[in-house]
């Protein structure tokens, strides 16, 4: 197994010391996200449903292809020179309509 990078985004880095960047060993999507919350367990329950599945909120890029739309999604393998993603959905309501983004 090599190790690669996972990008983590903001809102998931108080949960890795702050840490931009981590590097874990995996030889697949899934293996890279399991070694990184076992590196850092308090991820489990922001990327992980009860059930164990990758919650449907949280997408993840492998480079720059979504790893939802991959033929083998999470299963699908990774070398050293891969990147991983973590981009949490963002919802939110209408703004002000004076900001011109309501219409």
Do not use: W
Request: hydrophobic share 35%.
């Amino acid at each position: 197994m090599m190790a690669m990078k996972i990008h983590i985004p903001t809102p998931l880095r108080a949960y890795t010391d702050k840490q931009e960047t981590v590097t874990v060993t995996g030889a697949s999507v899934d293996g890279a996200l399991k070694a990184l919350v076992a590196a850092h367990p308090a991820l489990q329950q922001h990327l992980y449903s009860a059930d164990g599945k990758l919650r449907s909120f949280v997408n993840v890029y492998l480079n720059d292809e979504d790893v939802r739309y991959l033929p083998a999604k999470e299963e699908t393998p990774t070398s050293e020179n891969d990147e991983l993603t973590i981009i949490p959905s963002i919802a939110g309501g209408c703004c002000r309509p004076s900001d011109g983004c309501c219409r």
